[in-house]
């Protein structure tokens, strides 16, 4: 009985561990770093200004409907680009996933937009509550909090190496920039040469 249970826990660690990564993943790479950059270019059109005042307009259901295609639309998307990507297909599960990016950010703003409407399905709000506890969940275990402080961590590594890289090689003044446009010159002086 006793090994049952520490099979039970290694595995709930294990399954943990696997949400953690592709809450992280998700959430503070791709998320932080392409997608809500996307969302708010898509938020900020003007015109879609007067999509949400058309929006506004529209029957409950409508809005529902719309979202969900939406939703399963961008989420089959990215499984499927998944699926492309562990079959060996990585160049074309790669694309297939960078061009859901703009439909899942206009879809995040939809929700936005028209979350009352949607919220006032009970089912719906139902399930977006439940979603919403198990990603409180997520965020309150110990290797969630662990693994984010590492990604911080490596963030602010990132950042100063390539603040150094940026100084060192491509300040105005700097001997590799110096050489590289000299080198530049050298080869537009040579074929202007070859064509007289």
């Known amino acids: 009985m006793g090994s049952l249970?520490?099979?039970?826990?290694?595995?709930?660690?294990?399954?943990?561990?696997?949400?953690?990564?592709?809450?992280?993943?998700?959430?503070?790479?791709?998320?932080?770093?392409?997608?809500?950059?996307?969302?708010?270019?898509?938020?900020?059109?003007?015109?879609?200004q007067k999509i949400e005042q058309g929006i506004n307009r529209l029957p409950r259901a409508i809005v529902l409907v719309l979202f969900l295609s939406l939703l399963l639309g961008v989420e089959g998307a990215g499984l499927f680009a998944g699926v492309l990507f562990v079959q060996g297909y990585l160049l074309l599960g790669i694309l297939l996933y960078i061009s859901k990016i703009p439909i899942a950010a206009f879809?995040?703003?939809l929700f936005k937009v028209s979350r009352e409407k949607l919220l006032s399905f009970h089912w719906f709000a139902?399930?977006?509550?439940?979603?919403?506890?198990?990603?409180a969940w997520l965020k309150e275990r110990e290797i969630y909090q662990e693994?984010?402080?590492?990604?911080?961590?490596?963030?602010?590594?990132?950042?100063?190496?390539?603040?150094?890289i940026k100084e060192r090689?491509?300040?105005?003044e700097s001997r590799f920039m110096?050489?590289?446009?000299?080198?530049?010159?050298?080869?537009?002086?040579?074929?202007?040469?070859?064509?007289?």
């Open 5 to 48: 249970k520490k099979i039970a826990q290694r595995l709930l660690l294990i399954l943990q561990f696997i949400l953690v990564f592709l809450f992280i993943l998700f959430e503070e790479i791709i998320w932080e770093e392409i997608a809500q950059p996307i969302y708010e270019t898509v938020a900020s059109l003007q015109i879609l």
């Open 107 to 109: 879809t995040f703003w």
């Open 126 to 135: 139902w399930l977006y509550a439940q979603i919403m506890q198990g990603l």
């Open 147 to 164: 693994s984010i402080e590492i990604l911080s961590k490596l963030k602010v590594r990132i950042k100063e190496i390539m603040a150094m």
């Open 169 to 172: 090689f491509f300040a105005k």
């Open 178 to 196: 110096t050489e590289l446009k000299a080198f530049y010159r050298y080869l537009k002086n040579f074929k202007n040469r070859k064509r007289k």
